[in-house]
């Protein structure tokens, strides 16, 4: 687990980034040949399936320069405003030391103890918990919080986040997944785009003898001509839609590239900048199961602490779960793991502790912050903080 600023992990992250950002070209010109196929079936449906092949190779070349220019563009384009592009969605606004000391001098504090250059500090304003970093090089570079965060969490646990996120930075993992980002995101564009202009397209009468536009007409074929030449179409049609889904599918695996130790190796890193593994794992439990950011994107829930989607997309899932993570932790770390968290009780509890706050504070839980790690309890204070 001791892990952290590996030079081999660096130099594996750089080494994806480039073969990503080759890939990314390599499923603009798939694309771009299924828009082709289609593009030709569209112009007109009574040819073999072979002529229509042969045409989107030719039409493929005739628009190999642009294709190239436009995902050029697209890449230059995320460079400079992704980081715009996330804070339109998250909402998240910079801070300044004076805005927020606490959160400011807790990140200071760890870019100083290992010499790493301070990224901006956001914040986001949401009851979540859960905290990103992104950025493609250090000028860009910046890490962002919610406010139930900084609510819910200590300072030691707040600065264990803090640190995972810098290990992201200080690792490249950041760079890496900000690629993906980018090339899901166009990839996802154009396929939509495609399937658009495929939904567009009806059946006609015949049900299987061509293909005609609702914003154009097109003389019809005889029922012979339409017999023999309309499979072609079909096929074409069919092999059009399967380079969709397969570039489609090829942008999801691209988020597979994004090894799940990343987290592992963030984990540790937090650690060796805190050396406070238990701080890790208290901030663990208490995120997990709380961290889902209203109108994200998955993307940018790809970016956070803790993904806590599931379904379908967990299939492409790039976040160890919680539980892992913490045994880990407990094993090459040393940590104690106090377990789930029962929210749903405290909540109930609430009201009842609110009418006995004159009452002395109940002992706090065995774990780490019932140690010499922790302060000794305050009158109206219990083990997860002032009671609200």
Same mark, same amino acid.
């Given at each position: 687990?001791a ?33 082709? =196929?289609?593009? *030709? ?15 989107a190779?030719?039409?493929? !070349? ?17 460079? #400079? ?24 001098? =807790?990140? *200071?504090?760890?870019?100083? @103890? ?10 986001m /304003?949401?009851?979540?918990?859960n905290?990103?970093?992104?950025? =493609?090089n250090?000028?860009?570079y ?10 819910a969490?200590?300072d030691q ?10 290990t992201?930075? +200080? ?11 980018? !090339?899901?995101?166009v990839v996802? #564009?154009?396929? *939509?785009? #495609? ?5 567009n397209l009806?059946?006609n ?6 293909w005609? &536009?609702?914003? &154009? ?8 001509? @339409? ?16 380079? !969709?889904?397969?570039?489609w599918?090829?942008s ?5 590239? =994004? ?7 963030a ?6 900048l805190?050396?406070?593994?238990d ?12 961290? *889902? ?12 602490v /803790? ?14 779960s919680v539980?892992?993570?913490? /045994? ?7 940590? +104690? ?24 504070p109940p ?6 912050? &019932?140690?010499a ?16």
């Amino acid at each position: 687990m001791a892990a952290y600023g590996l030079y081999t992990h660096i130099a594996s992250n750089k080494f994806r980034s480039m073969m990503m950002l080759a890939g990314l070209f390599l499923l603009i010109y798939v694309l771009v040949y299924a828009g082709a =196929l289609l593009a *030709e079936v569209f112009l007109n449906s009574n040819r073999p399936a072979g002529d229509y092949l042969a045409l989107a190779v030719r039409d493929l !070349i005739s628009a190999f320069p642009w294709a190239t220019a436009a995902a050029a563009a697209w890449i230059v384009i995320a460079y #400079f405003f992704h980081q715009n592009m996330i804070d339109a969605v998250t909402g998240a606004e910079a801070v300044t030391r004076q805005e927020q000391p606490r959160l400011y001098n =807790l990140l *200071e504090n760890l870019c100083i @103890s290992r010499g790493i250059p301070m990224p901006k500090l956001k914040i986001m /304003d949401s009851p979540a918990l859960n905290a990103f970093a992104s950025g =493609l090089n250090r000028s860009q570079y910046s890490i962002t919080v919610t406010t139930g965060l900084l609510k819910a969490l200590n300072d030691q646990e707040i600065e264990a986040v803090l640190g995972h996120e810098l290990t992201h930075i +200080r690792n490249g993992d950041v760079q890496l997944m900000v690629v993906a980002v980018i !090339i899901a995101g166009v990839v996802g #564009f154009f396929g *939509e785009l #495609f399937f658009r202009m495929f939904t567009n397209l009806e059946w006609n009468s015949s049900g299987s003898s061509g293909w005609s &536009s609702s914003s &154009s007409s097109s003389s019809s074929s005889s029922s012979s001509d @339409s017999k023999s030449s309309g499979g072609g179409a079909v096929i074409v049609v069919i092999v059009a839609i399967a380079l !969709i889904v397969l570039a489609w599918a090829l942008s999801q695996v691209v988020k597979l590239a =994004l090894s799940r130790a990343r987290e592992y190796l963030a984990d540790a890193g937090s650690v060796e900048l805190t050396k406070n593994p238990d701080a890790m794992i208290s901030a663990l439990r208490k995120i997990e199961g709380r961290g *889902e950011l209203p109108g994200a994107t998955s993307a940018v829930m790809e970016l956070c602490v /803790d993904n806590p989607r599931e379904g379908f997309a967990d299939l492409f899932a790039t976040h160890p779960s919680v539980q892992s993570r913490i /045994d880990k932790l407990v094993q090459f770390a040393g940590g +104690r793991d106090p377990g789930p968290l029962e929210y749903a009780e405290e909540s109930a509890a609430a009201p009842e502790e609110a009418a006995h706050a004159d009452q002395p504070p109940p002992l706090p839980r065995k774990g780490p912050w &019932s140690d010499a790690h922790a302060p000794a309890p305050v009158p109206g204070q219990g083990p997860w903080g002032p009671h609200s």
